[in-house]
T-cell receptor, first 113, second 111 residues
Framework: DGGITQSPKYLFRKEGQNVTLSCEQN?????MYWYRQDPGQGLRLIYY???????QKGDIAEGYSVSREKKESFPLTVTSAQKNPTAFYLC????????????FGDGTRLSIL | GQNIDQPTEMTATEGAIVQINCTYQ??????LFWYQQHAGEAPTFLSY????GLEEKGRFSSFLSRSKGYSYLLLKELQMKDSASYLC????????????FGSGTRLQVQP
C-alpha cells in the first residue's frame, strides 16, 4: 500500500543536540511538507519542497533544516538553535494538482530530556 | 497573510447533527480543506471546496461561500467515533501549495 512513513514515532533530544526526523513516501508525489503542531493548536508550516533538490522556508523555519535529495525522502533536522522543540511533527505530501489533498504521515513526537 | 477562525470546542449527542463553522481572511483563495484528527494521530482528509456551494460525501457535507469567507462542515447521524478535532485549512494563490490551518474544533460526542 502507498503511504507516508515517519520515524521514529517518539524521539527525545538532549540539550545542544541535533536530531533528524525521517519522512519517506511511495505515493510518487512531487511536493512534500513539514508541519509542527503544539497542544490544542493547528498545524504550522516549517518547510516545504515542490521538487527534488529544491525547498523553501515556511512560516516557522528558524532552528530547522531540511534536504530533498530524492523524490521519496524529505528529512527534517531539529537543530540546537530551536529552543522550544517539544511538539508533534507531521510530514505530508501531495501531487502537483492543487485540487488534491495532502496526505499525512503518523507523526513524530519530540520531547526534551 | 491568512487568518482562519474556528470554535475551540463543541459538544453534541450521538445520532444528532452538528455544524462546525470556519471563517477565513486571505489575500488570495485557492481552495478550502477539512481534515479530521483523532488525538495523537495524523489528520485525515474529509472534504475539499473551491467553488461556492455544498459538497456531500456520506454523513459529511461541506459548504463554501467565497464572498463571505465562510465554510462549514456538517456531520449527520453522529457516532461516538466522530469525537475528534476538525481542522479547516485554506490554500492561497501563492506559489507554495502548503495549507494554512485553523486551530481546530474539538468535538465531543456524548451518548
Amino acid at each position: 500500500d502507498g503511504g507516508i512513513t515517519q520515524s521514529p514515532k517518539y524521539l527525545f533530544r538532549k540539550e545542544g543536540q541535533n536530531v533528524t526526523l525521517s519522512c519517506e513516501q511511495n505515493l510518487n508525489h512531487d511536493a512534500m511538507y513539514w508541519y509542527r503542531q503544539d497542544p490544542g493548536q493547528g498545524l504550522r508550516l516549517i518547510y516545504y519542497s515542490q521538487i527534488v533538490n529544491d525547498f523553501q522556508k515556511g512560516d516557522i523555519a528558524e532552528g530547522y533544516s531540511v534536504s530533498r535529495e530524492k523524490k521519496e525522502s524529505f528529512p527534517l533536522t531539529v537543530t540546537s538553535a530551536q529552543k522550544n522543540p517539544t511538539a508533534f511533527y507531521l510530514c505530508a505530501s501531495s501531487p502537483t494538482d492543487s485540487n488534491q489533498p495532502q496526505h499525512f504521515g503518523d507523526g513524530t513526537r519530540l520531547s526534551i530530556l | 497573510g491568512q487568518n482562519i477562525d474556528q470554535p475551540t470546542e463543541m459538544t453534541a449527542t450521538e445520532g444528532a447533527i452538528v455544524q462546525i463553522n470556519c471563517t477565513y481572511q486571505t489575500s488570495g483563495f485557492n481552495g478550502l480543506f477539512w481534515y479530521q484528527q483523532h488525538a495523537g494521530e495524523a489528520p485525515t482528509f474529509l472534504s475539499y471546496n473551491v467553488l461556492d456551494g455544498l459538497e456531500e460525501k456520506g454523513r459529511f457535507s461541506s459548504f463554501l461561500s467565497r464572498s463571505k469567507g465562510y465554510s462549514y462542515l456538517l456531520l449527520k447521524e453522529l457516532q461516538m467515533k466522530d469525537s475528534a478535532s476538525y481542522l479547516c485549512a485554506v490554500r492561497d494563490l501563492t506559489g507554495r501549495r502548503a495549507l494554512t490551518f485553523g486551530s481546530g474544533t474539538r468535538l465531543q460526542v456524548q451518548p
